[in-house]
């Protein structure tokens, strides 16, 4: 029958635990202590049939079981897709934290000076003057823009997702890998973030290291990354199947294959080194949908070559795990950038608007310059192509700089100020005196 869900009292109406019923609490964890997670223990707990949730399934007086779904995987899609909403919070939520991270960061990078030229009695070097320091810094500062506009999306999408069944699958599928991505980012954002603080980002009243501790469990609660990871993954390829299946979508499989084999196939297009076109929207897409219908192609081709092979279901699956995973990696990047390109498309401030296309060339040249082995492989990018992605991406990381601290203020989130303060972001002081003006009063 799969999974269902049901209403059990736990205690009476003088307030005393129902017969049978067990429950404790789990005590300390990592983190998120002001919140209760207690485990409850049911021993032979007798309920009505009138207390199941029946909006998918239900059990009539008879004791016939009705469910609207034909197979206990769609039963247990659906009963999960209730948790969507949780997921789209569990989605600001940590781009919410990884802002103040980042602007700690920031501020930490431009006052903190290290090393400079004795031999010209030069000043020290301030630490956003160090690739080390700026390409990871505008690596997130793009990454927060570039999310952000997504997360925006899917919230305007919620909505509809409430009305329409189709809409919710997608939502939900959608949503799943959104979660797991940024979740998954965050917590290793805000590591990087708290050693390039050094000490300072190691004391407590820097924040950094609580926001790191409570970004850790988002990977958990609400789905477990790998999971929402094939949660989009199977929505995508089981479309791409039924795509497949009609004449239509052969003929659109062939077309495609055709055009990317006339693209890698012209010198132009693998071999240029050309600004105007490694850092233009056209080859950042390209680079992106390819990917996407690549892994899309390879995992049905290959789970239909398991499956020949007389191999269940969820084993031939399984075999595809690596490239299920890193499929859906690469769709939540694709979603994220083309919701950041219709962003930029609403925006009339010309200053803004170059801004706002920089920040789209640093989050898709990093995209690409962290899977330039995928790109490689499958002969999209020529050699000496990826070499100059890279070399373009420290680029326009140190172009992005000069502009960093206004962005990262413009973009706040609406969270409340006790959460974001940290001696690291005082406008009105430098790091050192603000940490010394904290821990003066901290009693030996």
Request: glycine share 6%.
């Amino acid at each position: 029958m799969g999974v269902h869900a049901f209403v059990v009292p736990l205690r009476n109406a003088e307030g005393k635990l129902e017969q049978g019923i067990e429950i404790g609490d789990c005590g300390m964890k990592v983190g998120w202590n002001g919140v209760d997670n207690g485990w409850i223990r049911f021993h032979h707990v007798r309920i009505p049939r009138e207390n199941l949730l029946n909006r998918f399934a239900n059990v009539a007086p008879n004791g016939e079981y009705t469910s609207q779904f034909s197979s206990k995987g769609q039963l247990f899609a659906a009963t999960l897709s209730q948790l969507m909403v949780g997921r789209l919070l569990y989605f600001i939520g940590p781009s919410a934290a990884i802002h103040a991270c980042l602007k700690a960061g920031l501020y930490f990078a431009f006052q903190r000076t290290q090393f400079g030229d004795s031999k010209h009695n030069a000043r020290e070097t301030q630490l956003i003057q160090y690739p080390t320091h700026f390409v990871e810094l505008m690596k997130g500062l793009a990454f927060v823009y570039v999310f952000e506009s997504a997360g925006n999306e899917m919230c305007q999408r919620l909505f509809d997702a409430f009305k329409d069944e189709q809409k919710r699958e997608e939502f939900h599928a959608l949503m799943s890998g959104l979660k797991a991505y940024i979740c998954e980012y965050t917590p290793r954002f805000a590591s990087k973030i708290r050693v390039m603080c050094g000490g300072y980002g190691y004391s407590a009243y820097a924040r950094i290291g609580e926001m790191r501790r409570d970004l850790d469990i988002f990977q958990t609660a609400e789905g477990d990354g790998t999971v929402l990871h094939q949660q989009l993954a199977r929505y995508l390829i089981i479309n791409y199947q039924k795509e497949l299946s009609s004449y239509s979508g052969k003929f659109q499989l062939v077309q495609e294959k055709m055009n990317d084999f006339l693209y890698k196939s012209n010198p132009l297009n693998v071999r240029s080194t050309a600004v105007s076109y490694i850092c233009s929207r056209a080859f950042f897409l390209k680079c992106f949908h390819f990917q996407v219908r690549y892994l899309k192609h390879s995992i049905t081709m290959k789970l239909r070559a398991l499956r020949f092979a007389k191999l269940p279901p969820m084993t031939a699956w399984s075999n595809c795990l690596l490239e299920i995973v890193e499929l859906s990696k690469a769709a939540s990047r694709l979603f994220a950038l083309e919701q950041f390109h219709a962003r930029i498309a609403k925006c009339t401030d010309a200053k803004l608007n170059q801004a706002l296309e920089l920040i789209s060339v640093v989050y898709s040249l990093s995209v690409i310059d962290e899977e330039i082995g995928f790109f490689r492989n499958t002969d999209f990018i020529g050699s000496q192509q990826a070499l100059r992605v890279r070399e373009l991406f420290v680029e326009k990381c140190r172009e992005l700089t000069e502009l960093s601290i206004v962005l990262v203020n413009a973009s706040e989130p609406y969270l409340p100020q006790q959460i974001l303060k940290s001696f690291l972001t005082d406008d009105k002081t430098n790091y050192m005196l603000g940490f010394f003006n904290i821990v003066k009063n901290v009693k030996l």
